[in-house]
């Protein structure tokens, strides 16, 4: 309930939007045009800033543009009529720079009566000295050119909120599906028996489970690495694309002649910079809203934090995009009329420009390629864009319009903010971590489970580690699990696979300690963000995981351990973890051995022997995630751990198989779930894997990727 409550105070401010200067007010801009075809003694019968600096100080115009504010719109309600006395004010103040107060308008409107005259066809080449009434021909011209205006921004309007619809559409039967998979098909027992014709396994096999190539992460010249979405997400960024090309190139609607722009080019250059600049704005707080650490949205639909980057990188684009098209058409615009350095003076113009720049600095620096590099320096510039972008939309359109959209974005990101103090308050503030360095890559990090936990097994913490010389203002995720060991039973554990940045201090600091391998530090925590999977009502549980991720797979099985327990009723619970050397087993024995004393069959698969140099590009758990060979390559060394007379002994196999033959080996004696995690490549090859055993199974089959790499 409260996320429905918080999408709607996001909705309802956003739903405040104001308008353009042109159709802020329709009433005052017709009045306004009307009258600034006579002679004031201005030299100009423009809209620029030195016509309205010389109109705004006439009290004759004055009085005659609140006449007609009064005379036209007297069929109106009084909050109609006083709302186009404000823009009239607004338009003094921000082209005349003169400050009419709206009761001072309204007394130089009774005023004028006592003096005011019908227009005559001199009065448009001789100065007038009097107030004048309205010509209704010409009013007449000034109200169809406007109200046609007025139709293709209310067009663009419905564009504008077309981007929220789609995105709305998309969680809703997110949301429906994960309500659907959770509570129907965990509990009613449906998820065992249904869902296995060859209809359901054609639509499970080639658009639910797949990516949608081979790989889901390529690198362009062995250099640039790009991350390719999945075929659900494909699908749902096709139809995205789809909206976004038709919202910018269609339902364009040109009447001619027309007072505000009488040319089929001019008209068109601005109603394209009106739709883009709109649809721009639109897509401020989704994309905001899918790049925040407490998205609701996560745990509504159940999709992964990997899934809505995908949502938050597709919509920034399309908002720079839009952003670009807007700039560029008003740029030729202003050129083509000749007044772009009076144009490019103007405060708005400047905050315009800077809006534009920002976006598009932060894609660049949002590349993989710039976070593989320095992924902590891509994290505060990436912060302090995203407020420069805020303040440079603020008063880019303060004076515009549709301010709504950046007060809602505004909410979002302070909402974000605040949940995550909380956060770190209910995790219970500061502790002290135990950190011990197990090998020259690798660091354990005990903590006490906060007293008030919503730990949920495959779950993600930050970290802030609260020393000098760790970046205390940084926040570090990692996978959490609950630690079994002996003296640890109120403990989380985290394993940290250590490469630049933080973890490679804390290595660096460790190593300095002479005869230590552990120290203490005191840390907050923040979380648990992810999507819990409930993992209740299969008969038989696939772990199949590699290196140092492992955690978030050891999580779910010791969750699937307990609840077991707590049942009675007894799983099949298989885990496969594929690790460099028997260094790994031995640094975990004691982790593993809790898992095969409670009847999991852990097989632990290495390739290469301990202290051999060769590895193998499966193994190698870190971000880069090289390419994975298809191989089924012999000789390896392997064991099985089996509880055997109240002790564990290993069982050598002899050979090692890739990850998909240690699916295809896998026996289907019953419904079965895959659950995978480790580096990106090694995850696709399990996911194809799987994806061809559903077409055959005759038993449910279903995968769950616990690995998250962008």
């Not at 990106?680 to 055959?696: H, I, P, T």
Request: glycine share 6%; proline share 3%.
């Amino acid at each position: 309930m409260r996320y429905v409550s918080l999408i709607g105070c996001l909705l309802a401010l956003v739903s405040s939007v104001q308008a353009l200067v042109i159709i802020d007010s329709i009433l005052a801009t017709q009045c306004i045009y009307t009258m600034k075809d006579y002679d004031w003694g201005c030299n100009s019968t423009g809209q620029g800033a030195k016509a309205y600096s010389c109109r705004c100080h006439n009290v004759d115009w004055v009085g005659s543009v609140t006449n007609c504010l009064e005379s036209k719109g007297v069929n109106n309600s009084r909050e109609f009529i006083d709302h186009a006395y404000r823009h009239l004010r607004g338009r003094c103040i921000s082209k005349g720079h003169i400050d009419w107060p709206v009761d001072v308008l309204k007394w130089y409107q009774q005023n004028a009566t006592n003096y005011i005259k019908e227009p005559l066809s001199t009065d448009l080449t001789t100065t007038l000295h009097h107030p004048i009434t309205v010509n209704e021909t010409k009013y007449a011209y000034y109200e169809k050119s406007f109200n046609h205006i007025y139709a293709q921004v209310v067009r663009s309007q419905a564009y504008q909120w077309g981007y929220v619809f789609f995105w709305t559409f998309v969680i809703v039967c997110g949301t429906i599906l994960n309500f659907s998979r959770h509570f129907i098909f965990n509990y009613t027992g449906l998820g065992k028996s249904k869902h296995t014709s060859s209809f359901f396994k054609t639509i499970r096999s080639r658009f639910i489970l797949p990516n949608l190539v081979s790989k889901s992460y390529y690198r362009i010249f062995s250099i640039i690495p790009i991350h390719i979405p999945n075929t659900q997400e494909s699908i749902i960024l096709a139809f995205f694309s789809i909206y976004t090309v038709l919202a910018c190139c269609t339902g364009y609607t040109i009447e001619l002649p027309n007072a505000y722009m009488n040319g089929h080019i001019w008209q068109l250059l601005d109603l394209i910079g009106y739709r883009t600049a709109l649809g721009a704005f639109a897509l401020i707080p989704p994309t905001f809203f899918f790049g925040i650490r407490n998205n609701p949205f996560i745990k509504l639909t159940g999709s992964s934090i990997q899934t809505f980057m995908v949502y938050h990188k597709w919509s920034a684009w399309a908002m720079c995009i839009n952003a670009l098209i807007h700039s560029a058409v008003w740029t030729d615009y202003t050129i083509r009329e000749g007044d772009y350095k009076a144009w490019a003076m103007d405060a708005y113009w400047q905050w315009g420009i800077a809006g534009t720049t920002v976006c598009f600095l932060m894609l660049f620096f949002a590349g993989a390629w710039f976070r593989e590099l320095t992924y902590e320096l891509f994290l505060i510039i990436h912060q302090l864009f995203g407020v420069f972008l805020i303040v440079t939309m603020w008063f880019h359109c303060n004076t515009l319009g549709w301010m709504g959209w950046l007060y809602a974005t505004i909410v979002i990101w302070c909402y974000d903010r605040v949940v995550r103090f909380l956060s770190v308050l209910a995790n219970g503030g500061a502790k002290t971590a135990k950190i011990t360095r197990l090998n020259e890559d690798l660091l354990r990090v005990v903590v006490d489970r906060p007293v008030n936990s919503t730990y949920f097994p495959g779950s993600f913490y930050y970290f802030y580690f609260l020393n000098m010389n760790m970046r205390f203002y940084q926040s570090h995720p990692f996978s959490v699990m609950k630690s079994k060991r002996a003296g640890e039973e109120d403990c989380y554990a985290v394993v940290v696979k250590c490469h630049k940045g933080i973890t490679r201090k804390i290595m660096n600091q460790l190593e300095r300690l002479r005869n230590r391998n552990s120290t203490f530090v005191d840390v907050c925590t923040e979380g648990p963000y992810g999507a819990p999977i409930t993992l209740r009502n299969h008969e038989q549980y696939v772990f199949i995981c590699a290196g140092v991720g492992f955690t978030p797979c050891y999580a779910q099985a010791v969750d699937l351990v307990e609840k077991s327990a707590k049942t009675g009723r007894a799983k099949v619970i298989k885990f496969l973890w594929v690790v460099r050397d028997t260094e790994y087993y031995n640094l975990f024995k004691e982790d593993f051995e809790y898992l095969a004393d409670n009847g999991v069959e852990v097989t632990v698969i290495t390739t290469r022997e301990s202290g051999d140099q060769t590895t193998d590009d499966h193994l190698k758990n870190n971000t880069s995630d090289e390419e994975v060979e298809n191989t089924n390559c012999c000789c390896k060394e392997s064991m099985t751990l089996m509880k055997r007379h109240g002790g564990i002994s290993p069982q050598m196999l002899g050979h090692r198989p890739s990850p998909s033959q240690l699916v295809k080996d896998t026996e289907l004696t019953g419904s079965t779930c895959f659950i995978t995690s480790g580096p990106v490549s090694f995850v696709d090859e399990v996911r194809a894997a799987v994806c061809e055993v559903v077409k055959d199974a005759n038993v449910r089959v279903d995968l769950y990727d616990e690995s998250f790499s962008m």
